[in-house]
């Protein structure tokens, strides 16, 4: 002990003793990885500073920039309007009243989000494209000209299709929470149904209604797949073909815009949230009364029937039936699909888990211990996460590794590094969201029990953690396995995935071969709903 | 873990925990003069206090008095801005060194027990002997069982356990390696009601007969006094009184101590001569507790406490105040009394004495004890 004096007050010059404070070694590695993390947007910052200004101005001004930044415009804002109009009525209809197999409308309304959008494309093109399925039933009867499914209708159709589950999913959650017993207050106040309804359910709900809007904004400016196969230029789609073009700048240009628009959309979130205080806390467990449709059964019915049909039915029907017929006619010239790729597929996503729960650990440790400033960044740093779309993601990190480390471009080092940047606050989320659940008087007991802190850490705190981060690590594989964009530009020369394979195949053609990995994938995408509703269980008990 | 180099073979030693404490007038703890700032607000100041050997010592006082943190300061949790704190002779902390948790034995209950959930109750108990061989481990953890009676709950999770025997767990986890002080952080506040008297006793039970010098925290003084070899009230981060529970309860140095312990009203007296003149009367100086002389003409606070005084139905005339509340306790009433002076007053009465709100009552002063009595302001 007597060496240990200076030792100590060491320690206690930067208060690490006390356990409440956040340890040096800590801090440092989360700054690290927060600059890690960081290191695509600089490229963004580095580019523009290289260009000349007069050029930059006039990329940002030309003809066809202000055309994509309108039909992204349009784009987002009418998905998210149509994204509320079929989300809150469901919400509605299958929380309050007495629609006939609730349970039943509930499951298929909220599957949908597990098709990934730019296979409900691929299955919506195939099904009423030039020559597709429906016109080639329908072509016997006379009928030659069916509405035109691509650009703006079909990106918007797809797109709302597979998106409203946000809204619906959030304003279910509003309304589930907040006390029936101030609607029956409204009605004793002498209010009709609908009254009570303006005056008092919808401004509870606003906040979750919007909450879920500004998810599908989001989703919607950052998706490459839909847009791309509806042939609809919108952003994300024109900085791929200019990144394959070659044509930095332009690329680099539509990126900050399209940034722009994201940090915007976020902006207005995070105010959002910082409002919601008051709005829906109020924790009654009576359920308002609920609402006889009467004559309006038929069509809430009918609503809730189209909406699965076309959500749901629809898309699996078609990859079903790609399976059924997949030898006959829809085999192609195209290689067909090896067990490799799956191989690669599963590998990648394993490395990107794995990368990911370690790196969101003292992430995940910081944001859950720490009251300091620092304790901050890990939630600011998932921003980067969510708001970078892939593409954005995908052409920074192309150009960056090429400039600063070329071993590593053309690599699977590069994919999983970008995987790691997306989807990494999903497992700082798991995690932190468990650590919050322990007491910090466990860490103390096991002090007071003689072991150091670090011991402490590892026999207390891992395994009760162990959850949380299987969860979080489960969640990146998963989301992993199905990202598109940027997996398609950063994927080493002859690395096939299931991704990758699908956007080949969608390409040239030949959708037969599509069938199996498509249903994979929406499996895959199942299986990580499926462990974010688990999560969702286990910490509401 | 440097534990079982001072200490003796771990069986060897439980066997003298049967026994009494071997000195009772050493001292096993000593705060001198600690002090915690938090930025620029003051949560422990200038704090002295001594615990000897095989003591239960209860720092009592109102939430945000300091009481928590100096629990956290003995224990190493926090750190002390000034003072020493010495345990067992040895300084574990003072202004520039700084010994940490795991490094000073001592023990601790948590207020919500903080038993490990992914652990049984062997495992729990097991956790802190880390230097003892399996069958030595084993030997305590059962010794340990035996002490708190869980001996056929060994292999349950805790939560599988209730309330009492959750807190038993975690009593016979921090006592396994032997700690020089236990520390209890509020250990009845999260039992309800009827099994906190039940628990009181059996814990106390526990430690005399571990032998353990213990500190425990609380706000409850009912709890304080039952329990404790001495009390220590706490005020605004310093200790105003020290004693065994009876003699603080009977003459509470301070007003603050006073108004804090039990239902305490003060009665206004003015002092003339050998009498003191009151709202309800007036007495001889020989009731009160102490020479009063020095406060001749002027007034003093007298402490009166519901049993001290009884409620006299009477005419208007006589009467020296109303009844203005009536709370009912089951077993007895507890009149408030407003006087005609002014000062309120309770007196404890059987349920069957009823007075209703409103009622004019003259007080007797039927306390059977000196009492204590404060200089006005």
């Keep these: 002990m007597a060496t240990g004096d200076r030792e100590r007050v060491a320690e206690q010059t930067h208060g690490a003793t006390t356990g409440r404070s956040t340890p040096r070694v800590l801090s440092a590695i989360a700054v690290a990885i927060t600059l890690l993390v960081l290191s695509p947007l600089a490229w963004l910052v580095m580019r523009a500073g290289e260009m000349e200004t007069i050029r930059a101005i006039e990329l940002l001004t030309s003809e066809t920039t202000v055309d994509v930044t309108i039909n992204s415009i349009v784009l987002v804002g009418t998905v998210t309007a149509l994204a509320i109009v079929v989300g809150v009525p469901l919400a509605i209809l299958t929380v309050q009243t007495d629609l006939p197999f609730r349970r039943f409308w509930t499951v298929t309304a909220a599957l949908p989000l597990v098709v990934p959008s730019y296979i409900g494309a691929f299955a919506f093109v195939s099904a009423f494209g030039p020559h597709g399925h429906l016109s080639n039933l329908l072509s016997p009867l006379g009928i030659e000209q069916i509405p035109a499914i691509y650009g703006l209708p079909g990106a918007t159709l797809v797109l709302t299709l597979f998106t409203y589950p946000y809204v619906f999913l959030t304003t279910r959650a509003a309304l589930l929470s907040f006390d029936g017993t101030i609607v029956e207050a409204a009605r004793s106040l002498n209010h009709t149904r609908w009254q009570a309804f303006k005056r008092v359910t919808l401004p509870q709900i606003a906040p979750g209604i919007a909450a879920g809007g500004l998810l599908v904004a989001l989703y919607t400016l950052g998706d490459f797949g839909t847009p791309s196969i509806m042939k609809y230029d919108v952003f994300t789609r024109m900085i791929y073909n200019e990144f394959g073009a070659q044509r930095i700048d332009y690329a680099a240009v539509l990126s900050w815009l399209l940034l722009a628009m994201a940090v915007a959309i976020l902006a207005v979130e995070s105010r959002l949230e910082a409002g919601r205080d008051g709005a829906y806390v109020s924790r009654g467990s009576r359920r308002p009364g609920e609402i006889k449709l009467g004559r309006w059964k038929l069509p809430a019915l009918l609503f809730c029937g189209g909406v699965a049909t076309l959500g749901l039915a629809l898309p699996i029907g078609i990859l079903l039936h790609w399976l059924v017929r997949g030898g006959i006619g829809y085999q192609g010239a195209g290689r067909a699909f090896e067990l490799a790729f799956a191989w690669n597929s599963l590998s990648v996503a394993a490395a990107a888990a794995l990368v990911s729960v370690v790196v969101a650990l003292p992430l995940a440790y910081l944001a859950a211990r720490s009251d300091t400033r620092l304790g901050s960044l890990p939630d600011r740093l998932s921003y980067v996460g969510y708001a970078v779309p892939g593409v954005v993601l995908g052409l920074a990190l192309v150009y960056l590794s090429l400039k600063y480390v070329p071993f590593a471009y053309n690599t699977v080092i590069l994919l999983v590094f970008a995987y790691v940047v997306r989807f990494m606050p999903q497992a700082v989320g798991t995690t932190k969201s468990s650590l919050l659940q322990i007491d910090p008087s466990y860490v103390e007991a096991a002090r007071s029990l003689g072991y150091q802190p670090l011991t402490a850490f590892r026999k207390v705190v891992l395994p009760l953690i162990a959850p949380g981060i299987a969860a979080g690590g489960a969640l990146v594989f998963l989301t992993t396995m199905k990202e598109l964009p940027a997996t398609l530009m950063l994927q080493p020369f002859g690395f096939e995935t299931f991704v990758t394979y699908i956007w080949r195949v969608q390409e040239s053609g030949y959708y037969g071969q599509a069938a199996i990995p498509a249903l994979v994938l929406v499996v895959v995408s199942g299986l990580s709903m499926l462990v974010i509703l688990r999560r969702e269980q286990h910490n509401a008990t | ?377």
């Design chain 2, 1 to 377: 873990m440097q534990r079982s180099t001072d200490t003796h073979d771990t069986t060897a030693a439980f066997d003298s925990v049967e026994t009494a404490v071997e000195d009772p007038t050493a001292t096993v703890l000593e705060l001198d003069g600690i002090a915690k700032d938090y930025g620029h607000e003051c949560a422990v100041e200038d704090l002295s206090l001594s615990v000897r050997d095989g003591e239960l010592l209860t720092m009592l006082g109102p939430s945000g008095c300091g009481k928590t943190t100096t629990l956290r300061m003995i224990a190493g949790l926090e750190q002390p801005t000034d003072g020493t704190i010495q345990i067992d002779g040895r300084t574990v902390a003072n202004s520039d060194a700084y010994d940490k948790p795991e490094e000073r034995n001592v023990g601790i209950v948590f207020q919500d027990y903080a038993l490990f959930p992914h652990l049984s109750v062997e495992e729990n108990i097991a956790f802190g002997l880390t230097e003892a061989s399996e069958r030595k481990t084993d030997e305590r953890v059962s010794e340990l069982l035996e002490l708190v009676d869980l001996d056929e709950h060994r292999t349950k999770m805790p939560s599988q356990l209730s309330g009492g025997q959750q807190q038993r767990v975690a009593l016979a986890r921090s006592l396994a390696p032997e700690p020089d002080v236990l520390l209890l952080d509020e250990p009845f506040s999260n039992l309800d009601v009827r099994l906190r008297v039940e628990m009181r006793e059996e814990v106390r039970k526990i430690l005399k007969r571990a032998g353990v010098t213990a500190i425990s925290v609380t706000h409850d003084q009912e709890e304080a006094l039952s329990i404790s070899d001495r009390v220590a009230i706490m005020n605004d981060g310093h200790v105003e009184q020290v004693g065994d529970p009876a003699e603080v309860f009977e003459n509470p140095e301070s007003k603050f101590v006073a108004s804090f312990l039990g239902q305490a009203s003060f009665l206004s007296a003015r002092v003339a001569g050998d009498t003191i003149e009151t709202g309800m009367g007036t007495f001889e100086t020989t009731r009160l507790n102490g020479p009063v002389e020095a406060y001749n003409g002027a007034t003093v606070d007298v402490l009166v406490r519901p049993d001290d005084l009884r409620a006299v139905p009477s005419a208007e005339s006589t009467a020296d105040g109303y009844v203005t509340q009536r709370q009912y306790n089951g077993p007895s009433f507890v009149y408030r009394v407003t006087l005609h002076s002014g000062d309120v007053v309770h007196c404890l009465h059987n349920h069957s004495e009823s007075f209703e709100p409103g009622e004019p009552v003259e007080i007797d002063l039927t306390a059977d004890h000196p009492l204590a009595w404060y200089p006005t302001g």
